[in-house]
């Protein structure tokens, strides 16, 4: 049990254009997600923590403006890169825990973006 | 300034041997601390969890040590194997918030 998936698994776009990622957790029922962004030899960054039904709390530095995320269901979140630039180029993660304050956190597999 | 450190960036170890890896913190009080395999290109997966009043937790070829007056965390794989090779994570509970990850230490585990 515990399986999150993502989709797409990766991506190519255009500068400019915007990008939707899906967050699903598949067998359990998921009040908090997490989005994290992680640079090539570098750790998972949190980009921001969303919980069914309210808005997200975005770490400090995040655009959210730029990086929209959505949890409109208890097994489903999505993180929207706006305006992509070469920059946003990444590997973006999301984990999804049970509960507020849920000590286990069950990863996706990740999406590659790559913004042309 | 809060920093969490994992002791080197890569380590190469023989097959068989016990693989130990560090992860040391700096101005955070976790009540737990998690540690992570993440295989290229892929999502973390959660290994072990362990908590501020617990000296030491094992899984199968794994153990973990969690010492607070040290803020150290040792990760230890006996017997590892080429298989174990993958990078490992720490990652701090933060408040009860969130997670906090370390830089990750890349082992890898010579034939």
């Known amino acids: 049990g515990a399986v999150v998936s993502q989709h797409p698994s990766r991506v190519i776009c255009k500068s400019g254009t915007s990008v939707k990622i899906e967050c699903r957790s598949l067998?359990?029922?998921?009040?908090?997600m997490f989005w994290y962004r992680q640079f090539p030899k570098q750790s998972l960054m949190l980009m921001a923590t969303?919980?069914?039904?309210?808005?997200?709390?975005?770490e400090q530095g995040v655009e959210k403006d730029k990086f929209l995320i959505n949890h409109a269901s208890l097994t489903l979140s999505t993180l929207t890169v706006t305006s992509a630039h070469p920059e946003d180029s990444s590997f973006y993660i999301c984990?999804?825990?049970?509960?507020?304050?849920?000590?286990?956190?069950?990863f996706g597999p990740g999406t590659r973006l790559l913004v042309l | 300034s809060q920093k969490i450190e994992q002791n080197s960036e890569a380590l190469n170890i023989q097959e068989g041997k016990t693989a130990t890896l560090t992860c040391n913190y700096t101005n955070y009080s976790p009540a737990y601390l998690q540690w992570y395999r993440q295989d290229p290109g892929r999502g973390p997966v959660f290994l072990l969890l362990?908590?501020?009043?617990?000296k030491e937790k094992r899984k199968e070829r794994l153990k973990v040590t969690f010492d607070t007056t040290l803020k150290q965390s040792l990760f230890h794989i006996t017997a590892s194997q080429p298989a174990d090779s993958a990078t490992y994570l720490c990652?701090?509970?933060?408040?009860?918030?969130?997670?906090?990850f370390g830089p990750g230490t890349r082992l890898s585990v010579l034939p």
């Open positions: 984990s999804a825990s049970r509960g507020q304050g849920a000590e286990t956190q069950y």
């Open positions: 362990i908590r501020e009043n617990e």
């Open positions: 067998d359990f029922q998921a009040t908090t």
């Open positions: 969303s919980n069914e039904g309210s808005k997200a709390t975005y």
């Open positions: 990652a701090l509970e933060n408040y009860g918030q969130n997670f906090v």
